[in-house]
Nanobody, 130 residues
């Protein structure tokens, strides 16, 4: 059973925008307190790009997307969104939603480290053409 359901990927031209969605279909049972996105770009290492603390609403962005991407949440829908603006061809890749659990003293940016990761979605393709 797929627990993190992603949608919203697709193809756009450079400068365009997309919005990705990720719904936790078993939120009642998943002990996560942070969710976010990482991406796999061909030829590059996996990169965590955005995280949101689902209780505190604090956010984290990687330097590569800061100012262009925005993460938000709708707790009533158990859904996290990633707004992708000013896309460029270097953003092309597979985007994965993921959920983790952080101890109170842990910084937000480690939410999706393997030790904290609980769930991962199947990924959605984002293709940006020049």
């Amino acid at each position: 059973q797929v627990e993190l359901v992603e949608s919203g990927g697709g193809s756009v031209q450079a400068g365009g925008s997309l919005r990705l969605s990720c719904t936790d279909s078993r939120a009642t049972y998943n002990p996560r307190n942070c969710m976010g996105w990482f991406r796999q770009i061909p030829g590059k290492e996996r990169e965590v790009i955005a995280i949101i603390h689902t209780k505190e609403s604090s956010t984290y962005y990687s330097d590569s997307v800061k100012g262009r991407f925005s993460i938000s949440q709708d707790n009533a829908k158990n859904t996290v969104y990633l707004q992708l603006n000013s896309l460029n061809p270097e953003d092309t890749g597979v985007y994965y939603c993921a959920a983790g659990f952080l101890l109170p003293t842990a910084p937000l940016d480690v939410c999706l480290y393997p030790a904290n990761l609980i769930l991962r979605g199947q990924g959605t393709q984002v293709t940006v053409s020049s």
